[in-house]
């Protein structure tokens, strides 16, 4: 029969080392580099959305708003370089009506850092005609590591659960009906 107490016991030191660094270092992050999330809700006055990054990713996907080089892209930076990461940032999301093809343009855009999360979101606000279907394409894989993922979720204004997906390079949009 397997025991933990066993399992614990046949580890060696090394072992036992890497395991506790492997479960430590990434909870030392709030958001994980790696994993953003786009959050998409329909209203009745067009669709918001916000996207979600680590401030790791930025740096690495947006270099010029990481001004000390440190890699982490820090709250008195993302208050610097608010217009060049509200316009590189704005690039990787798109919406497009599926009945005429159009791709629609925000009508205003934020970035803020987020301090509870330690990540920054990028809000914007679209104007579509209600109804019908609409394809949210995230074009920010290009520029982030291989391996990236979105985790890209759709809602009615009521909260109900439009589409959702887990978006990588190869698949890259989410359609919404």
Known sequence: MWSSSRFCQRLNLRQTAALMVWFAVPSAWAHD???SSLEIKDHADGV?????LSARDVALAVPESDGDGDGVVRADEVSLGNERLRA????WVSITSMAGGIVVSPLATKVSWNAEDEDIMWQARYEREPGGQWRVDSTQ???LPPGHHLFATAQSE????LAEALLRADKSALVVR
């Open 88 to 91: 590189a940032v704005g690039q």
């Open 33 to 35: 580099p790696g994993l």
């Open 48 to 52: 918001r959305v916000e996207l979600r």
């Open 158 to 161: 009521t909260g109900a659960t």
């Open 141 to 143: 894989f290009a520029h």
